[in-house]
């Protein structure tokens, strides 16, 4: 007697197992490269901006001779949504999803974009506020102060002032150089993603 043609269903059965095993196996692996495409438009639109700020840095008499914000040529904290620096809005949009916690406890300002970081320091942002933390940043940090951020690279839900929780931190520095890396600590304040210089 012949065997009919096609699987059985045992066959058919042990195929979607292994399928399905597959795909648990490849879920992971599938996820973490999305993340980290998605991490390397985030820096390759910070580097976007960084080239913008450095034009405007440029027109505007920007030395890097001294640490004292508006003879470094930066733009505006307050005002830098306003000018864009010359670049179309999408160029600030971060590749990662917006989230609600992460914009409410983390270094942001403007929901679902990447924020511009002197607008912690300006001194005219800080005139009238209590938080002192940030009135000698760019004196202390020097080339390591923090001029963009994006805080969206974390998993969903992630609270950014929660000390014990790690973090991505992921920016671009006055000197150019791009910080991604991860670390536990309060990611609202901006010495969170640099250190001091030596």
């Not at 390591?144 to 991505?168: E, L, Q």
């Amino acid at each position: 007697m012949k065997r009919p043609s096609g699987f059985t269903i045992v066959e058919a059965m042990i195929v979607l197992v292994i399928i399905a095993v597959v795909a648990a196996i490849l879920m992971p692996i599938i996820s973490s490269a999305k993340r980290s495409a998605k991490v390397s438009t985030s820096i390759q639109k910070m580097r976007q901006l960084y080239a913008a700020l450095e034009v405007y840095r440029l027109e505007h008499d920007g030395s890097d001779g001294t640490y004292d914000f508006y003879k470094l040529g930066l733009a505006p904290g307050r005002h830098f949504q306003d000018t864009l620096l010359g670049l179309r809005p999408s160029a600030w949009e971060s590749p990662f999803p917006f989230d609600k916690t992460i914009f409410d406890s983390g270094p942001t300002t403007i929901p679902g974009w990447i924020t511009y970081g002197p607008g912690f320091y300006d001194p005219m942002y800080l005139h009238g506020h209590t938080n002192i933390d940030y009135h000698t940043y760019l004196a202390t940090y020097r080339q390591n102060a923090v001029v963009f951020i994006d805080p969206y690279c974390n998993p969903p839900g992630t609270h950014m002032r929660a000390p014990f929780v790690s973090k991505r931190a992921l920016a671009i520095l006055l000197s150019g150089e791009v910080v991604n890396r991860s670390r536990t600590g309060n990611a609202f304040l901006l010495h969170f993603y640099s250190d001091v210089p030596e």
